[in-house]
């Protein structure tokens, strides 16, 4: 009796459950006291947090104030940063086959991989990353890549413009830099174009 009775209270309670009408005209509004986003009608300030943090990001100078990039003799290598460093390099990659050579200048442990972006112009690339034994600087390596043909162009295309490009790469702050005429005669340089 008790194994034909579980069953059958189961499919009772389940069957209680069921509702197939429709939702209640208001079931949905939110109440009149709500706090937060919804009640920042009316204020100076962003009413969600996603318009807050674009609002001090806007407010705070940029973090490259300072920084330019800087261009080697033969025009086959350039470098962001303060001056007397770079955070970041491009350089022609050796050998005979066209190319660039991608250094981004942030600590990171020996052995490590990842995948640094580049996008800018309307355009983004990325290309495999790994992590360049140092001998000194703030950490034992830095991240290291590099790119022919298609993946090459379509770097220098994140370039292509006046604006600005933003760089990134897991395990580091991402970086904005100028899509400068410098680095963009580097890459022509590089590339053959």
């Known amino acids: 009796m008790i194994k ?25 509004a939110p109440p009149d ?4 986003d919804v009640s920042a009608s009316g204020l100076a300030a962003p009413g969600n947090s996603a318009a807050a943090e674009a609002a001090d990001r806007a407010a705070l100078p940029p973090v490259n ?13 350039a470098g962001f940063g303060p001056p007397g460093s770079a955070i970041l390099s491009v350089a022609c990659a050796p050998g005979e086959t066209p190319g660039l050579l991608v250094t981004r200048h942030h600590p990171t442990d020996p052995g490590a991989k990842g995948t640094i972006s580049f996008t800018g112009s309307g355009h983004a690339a990325s290309i495999p990353v790994a992590a360049l034994a140092t001998s000194g600087g703030l950490g034992r390596a830095e991240w290291q890549g590099s790119a022919t043909g298609d993946n090459a162009r379509a770097i220098q295309r994140s370039f292509k413009s006046t604006g600005q490009v933003e760089i990134s790469i897991g395990g580091a702050p991402s970086l904005v830099v100028p899509a400068d005429s410098a680095v963009r005669r580097v890459l022509a340089n590089c590339l053959g174009a």
Do not use: H, S, Y
């Not at 006291?33 to 937060?36: E, I």
């Not at 104030?65 to 033969?74: E, F, L, P, Q």
């Open 4 to 28: 034909l009775f579980l069953p059958l209270a189961a499919a009772v309670a389940l069957a209680a459950c069921q509702n197939d009408g429709p939702v209640a005209e208001k079931g949905t």
């Open 33 to 36: 006291n709500l706090l937060g």
């Open 65 to 77: 104030i300072g920084m330019a990039w800087r261009v080697t003799k033969d025009r086959r290598a």
